[in-house]
């Protein structure tokens, strides 16, 4: 394998004294875009595969959507599809339920995670450091193939005899903790490919996280303190931090669980009796198993939502043509936020039987965390106020994004009080709750940060009036989904269907009214895909050698169009003031790589 | 073929999409010369303006439709201060809601770039971070110690020696209910292979003369203004039981006991006569041809994925008055006196035949299966 270039190159970038000129280096075609190490095409790759799976998990959730939008109806043509997952035209009872299991799984982590974090670290932390590629660009490679492999085997577990895993994302044991009682259908192989899965997945997202983490400490060029650095860059090693921190937790819980459900222990499992039949199983306990997953579980949804933070402050700041508002508080909220992201598992268990004690600690830490999370949507908004915002896609998809945080942060107030969560838990309120908050927030966070680093990207301009369409097709949808899923308080989530209880079988219509508007917001996204493509090949072209379409003054935009391995053709910048000079000193915009001039502060 | 037409209609509308947008572009480029955003600043200002007032009234609308379907007031005394929780702070963020939400999206029509000569250098105030740091945290402490009291009241009160006590036992995919019968104490229940068998699901010792007055039921019996105390777990995976009506709720987790205590406050017959004031509740319900108030029934449902028939393990709930209880109380067989005894004047060891109650009610009520059917 040629790994030779980027060695080098990331050699260059410690001592910052080389050029580009004597580094030609041929590229073959596996090279470039298949075995790459450039930080800039695994970043694509991430985008690409990423895209790949948020088009299946949203597949996943129009079929889903279809069985609770019209429970009575039949859909012929999901038989001939699905076969006998769908006989009669009717998603079977373990399909949905694989199903559901399945959109968790592919949007929390190979769209969210490894989509999100995959893409914006890889483009953006070796840029706005000014670096000529991450720490170690083997490794930053080996994370792509783990995270490439890690879907492999998930995306088999759909064609195998007893379909997917079915027990629900959040894999609790025992049921998904016996492999051959018959419990559920999913458990199987299926459960087994997705623990494999997951596996690959975390030494994926290990690899990545540990390099975004020492090329932020280690890389950054001349002058680039770490107070100057954009908060997209801190919020994407904060978010690597998180991940290093939660995900051995979550690999030890699975390996723990393959070794109840292949070698019989006991880890997870005692007094189990499945048709009167007593299971040798003898002292374990589930509730275990829960606190190692929600140890990763909580702190997820952090790795998900502050990467969209990071990139939502820059786009805000830029199209703003304004500094962020209060640069050190969005720093300290960060930070807030990462701590307590540790602190918090325990509230998604408050009705598992556990101590009353540890329920009010655990209500305490996360209702503080509504504090840096209103700090930072208060700075958003003082971004904006007297600005004078270029309302292009991203500006528009990152305001959307303070949006959708407001809304679903706010209902978080509610779900994080023990005692009302009493009611709520696995209701529909709270699906509700955590698809707006990260779901949908971190997917206007991902296209904004798409839309407005696409040129960056492929030197060419997504189309505008597409991306704006887009925008309203996918802000209006989304709240038409979910904000009338908080009525539905008290319908437990992950029903097959209503039809059985009286209490809860009263919202047929609105169900129906929202998998039609689910269907809509899905097709809005393909319009995003093809844009997307189009726009690679056909997309307005960059004008001249360089160019700074947005007016930005981070370092990216100092790299000339043409994407090079190594970034910057002589020396790489050198940085004199911090990311967010914007509409002061007489100028509208003032790189971070010119030099002080007389009175001027550098910040 | 629907499903082939609407694939071309897709299709097609997105070239004619695809198309349109790309000649807006290069009629933007051709008539500004240079890339200009100003223009659609204007149009998207006012469309999120637009927005603004669409989202409030769409909300308005939906708390106007919404709010009578929703599951009827709390009918146990922690519920209804759980409730008053859940709706004060419901105000506290609606009201942070609209005042946030308006300023974002007025912000971002006010200050579009076609309405504005120049931004505003504005990078920090640390008084403005101060009061908005402070501001919430108040708020936030009083929601705090709010919610900590219930929690406290609801999980460490004294229990009342008169309380009623029930076993309820999750397993795929129906709940066992077991009373303890007219001596008000349970027998004893052995988990191991010796007692837990087909028959005894439950592993009861029936050498214990306790648990020859305990009767199994297919309906949940509650007592109005009696605390009761639940007694919760799972035979095969982890299930949770939830009274929706009642603000209860908790996992039922295999090899682990849990419990809820609580009091009801209103009889079946009272709920419905308070539903009968309420206008959604009035309405015919299409498939009893009734008032839907009449036909209104408490249910205990599972909140906790447990399979493929997960949402189908519904009981029906009856709240009752203590006279009321006691009269069908007296009315009960209890499973003993069904099951063993009989076996035991034949003379025979355990046949197989013999069903527990909890089978008997699944033969009568397939819940789970009502859809697949």
Known sequence: MQTAPSVEHAGVDTDHIHGHEEHHHEETFLTKYIFSQDHKMISKQFLITGMFWGVVGGLLSVLFRLQLGWPNETFPFLESFLGKWAEGGRISQEFYYALITMHGTILVFFVLTGGLSGTFANLLIPFQIGSRDMASPFVNMLSYWFFLSAGVVMLFSFFIQTGPASGGWTAYPPLNGLRNTGVNLGSGLGFDMWALGMTLFIVSSLLGALNYVSTVLNLRTKGMSMMRLPLSVWALMFTAIVGILSFPALLAGVVLLEFDRLLDTSFYLNNIIINGQLLGYKGGSPILFEHLFWFLGHPEVYIIILPAMGIVSEVLAVHSRKPIFGYKAMIISLMAILILSFIVWAHHMFVTGLNPNLGAIFTLFTLLIAIPSAIKVFNWIGTIWRGKIRLTAAALFAIGFVSMFISGGLTGIILGNSSIDIQLHDTMFVVAHFHIVMGIAAFFGMFAGVYHWFPRLYGRFMNETLGQIHFYITLIGSYCIFFPMHFMTGLPRRYYSYANFDTFNNFNNLAAFMSIVAIVVFLAQLLFLVNFFYSIFKGRKLEGEYANPWDSNTLEWTAPVERLHGNWPGDIPEVHRWAYDYSVNGRPFTPQNVPLKDGEAAH | ?373
């Open chain 2, 1 to 373: 073929m629907i499903a082939f037409l609407s694939f071309a209609i897709v299709v097609l509308l997105f070239t004619v999409l695809v198309l349109t947008a790309k000649a807006s572009e290069v009629a933007t480029e051709l008539k500004d010369g240079v890339r200009s955003y100003t223009n659609q600043s204007r149009i998207n200002g006012y469309l999120l303006l637009g927005f603004l007032v669409l989202m409030f009234a769409g909300s308005a609308y939906a708390f106007k439709e919404l709010m009578p379907v929703m599951v009827p007031k709390a009918a146990s005394v922690h519920g209804e201060k759980t409730d008053y929780l859940f709706n004060m702070t419901m105000i506290i963020i609606l009201v942070v809601a609209v005042l946030t939400q308006t300023a974002l999206f007025y912000f971002a029509y006010r200050y579009n770039e076609s309405r504005v000569n120049e931004a505003y250098f504005y990078a920090h105030n640390n008084t403005l971070e101060i009061v908005w740091t402070i501001i919430p945290t108040i708020v936030l402490t009083v929601l705090i110690v709010m919610g900590m009291y219930e929690w406290f009241t609801i999980f460490t009160r004294d229990r009342d020696k008169n309380m009623l006590v029930i076993e309820a036992t999750g397993k795929q995919f129906n709940w066992m209910l077991r009373y303890s019968g007219k001596d008000g104490k349970f027998g004893e229940r052995i988990i191991d292979t010796a007692h837990v068998t087909p028959t005894n699901e439950l592993g009861i010792n029936w050498n214990d003369p306790k648990s020859h007055d305990d009767f199994m039921s297919d309906k949940l019996y509650l007592v109005k203004g009696r605390p009761t105390l639940m007694k919760l777990g799972a035979q095969d995976v982890i299930h949770s039981f939830y009274l929706p009506h009642f603000r209860v709720k908790m996992d039922c987790v295999p090899g682990t006991p849990t419990e809820f205590y609580f009091t009801p406050t209103m009889t079946t017959e009272e709920m419905r006569k308070y539903l009968s004031t309420q206008p959604w509740w009035q309405t015919i319900n299409p498939e009893t041809g009734q008032p839907r108030w009449q036909t209104f029934k408490y249910e205990l449902a599972c909140a906790e994925l447990c399979g493929k028939s997960h949402f189908g393990m519904e009981r029906e709930v009856i709240v009752v008055t203590q006279p009321e209880y006691d009269e069908w109380l007296n009315k009960q067989t209890s499973l003993y006196d069904a099951t063993i005894k009989p076996t035991l004047a034949k003379e025979t060891v355990a046949p197989a035949a013999a069903a527990s109650d909890s089978t008997k009610a699944d033969e009568k009520k397939p819940t789970a299966m009502l859809i697949k059917k």
